[in-house]
């Protein structure tokens, strides 16, 4: 669908909501196209093409709002739906903060280079996983594949919204990822690799990505359990980023405004280290989740979060920024079913000047970390618990695999003594480098 054809139904839908008694109301259309497929040991075992349209109204009735949603665009039935919305938020509780944003022009999408005009046929994804998988089995040690997944995706967004916004915007994105095992029995082993991006050049090579799935998985052979200990750990960079995903929640300006974040009073205050940077950058060209606006047709730009170590800004959508006495910063994410909530788009930590290797070089007894397990963390108190999966550091050099250990800390101390390295890549969205944290404990044997 075009995104004249889009808006046109927005605006159609929105005349309809005022005329059924809203005093405001915001519509979204979102249409999606994917087509993904599974091969394992030569064999294609999933082939699936989805394609949808969903479209969701919110109106505004003085300071009560509903929403309601539906899978079909027909302009025949939007009275009906706006009729539906309308009596729905009538007998809702009032909530002083909500409303719409002051109208402003759509920004540009184009500069984000967001669509790739290519789409993949079943071949070509075949290829793709074919050669990922393929890669991995010809890693000596590896034993077995789970597979290797390939897939390619189309989102159509379109905003309106009765206070004089129009936006629309197309991404598309393609990912591959492949799991080998090493090892037989109870000693199996496994590990992964993945890439994703907007543009299919962006993507790695599939045969690193089995390659690299592969050695993994071979490195973890026969994993030893060491004592507990309180050691410096090292989180490799895809790992990392999970601290950064904490990080987002407890500044989530929802979640502060309900004081319910351990950061809640830190603002203006040094958080990390004096050397740390956190951005949050939506205008990246070829982003995982660049957009040229947000959920409520506020327009975005970078921002720093964090600076010099000091907490800059809370992540704001219109209702919590209102909570807090402050504007929005284009930070509201949505559905078509559910408002919008603040959220991050392209979050990243700001690589250091030093490489992996160096950051681990002074450790006598350590830990690197490769997987994380469980989601042990208290947002109220920043203590944090999860299981893990990686490598011992001894002498400043990685050493024996281990298993089945748990590290815990405090957010609030491990923010202060982070310590990123050098090789930040954008690949998932939320990015960081690896990264270095003293005095956690880890409990082992």
């Known amino acids: 669908m075009s995104g004249a054809v889009a808006l046109d139904l927005l605006t159609d839908l929105l005349a309809k909501a005022k005329a059924a008694g809203a005093d405001e109301a915001d519509a979204v259309l979102v249409g999606n196209a994917s087509l993904s497929l599974a091969r394992r040991l030569g064999r294609v075992e999933h082939l699936e093409r989805a394609e949808s349209r969903d479209l969701g109204l919110r109106v505004f009735v003085g300071k009560r709002a509903a929403i309601v949603s539906t899978g079909r665009a027909e302009p025949a039935e939007f009275a009906a739906l706006a009729a539906k919305a309308v009596a729905m938020a009538r007998v809702v509780p009032e909530d002083p903060h909500l409303g719409l944003g002051l109208p402003a022009m759509p920004p540009d999408a184009a500069p984000l280079d967001l669509v790739d005009p290519e789409e993949p046929s079943v071949a070509m994804l075949i290829a793709r996983a074919a050669a990922a998988e393929d890669a991995a ?93 309180r050691l410096p750990v090292i989180y490799e960079a895809r790992v990392a980023g999970s601290l950064l995903g904490h990080f987002a929640a407890a500044i989530n300006g929802a979640t502060v405004a309900r004081g319910t974040s351990f950061l809640k009073d830190r603002m203006g205050s040094a958080v990390f280290g004096q050397s740390i940077t956190i951005r949050d950058d939506p205008t990246r060209p070829r982003g995982l989740r660049s957009r040229p606006f947000d959920g409520e047709g506020i327009a975005t730009a970078e921002q720093a979060l964090v600076e010099n170590g000091t907490l800059r800004s809370w992540i704001l959508d219109l209702a919590s920024a209102r909570q807090l006495g402050l504007a929005s910063n284009g930070h509201a994410a949505r559905g078509t079913s559910g408002p919008p909530q603040p959220a991050p788009s392209n979050l990243y930590l700001a690589p250091g000047s030093v490489s992996p290797e160096a950051l681990m070089a002074d450790i006598g007894e350590g830990l690197l970390v490769s997987e994380l397990i469980g989601m042990g963390v208290n947002g109220i108190t920043g203590d944090y618990s999860r299981g893990a999966a990686g490598f011992m550091i001894r002498r400043g050099a990685i050493a024996e695999p281990v298993a089945e250990i748990t590290i815990a800390g405090n957010l609030v101390d491990m923010f202060a003594t982070l310590a990123p390295a050098d090789d930040l890549l954008f690949r998932r969205g939320i990015d960081s480098p690896s990264v270095r944290v003293e005095g956690m404990t880890m409990a082992g044997s």
């Open 137 to 229: 089995l010809a890693v000596p040690g590896v034993t077995n594949s789970e597979g290797a997944e390939a897939g390619w995706g189309r989102a159509e967004v379109a905003l309106a919204t009765s206070a004089g916004f129009a936006g629309f915007y197309v991404r598309t994105s393609h990912s591959l990822s492949a799991v080998a095992l090493a090892g037989s029995g109870t000693d199996m082993q496994r590990d992964y690799d993945y890439s994703s991006g907007v543009h299919l050049a962006d993507l790695e090579d599939p045969a690193v990505i089995g390659a690299n799935a592969g050695r993994r998985a071979v490195a973890r052979l026969n994993p030893r359990r060491p004592p507990t200990a």
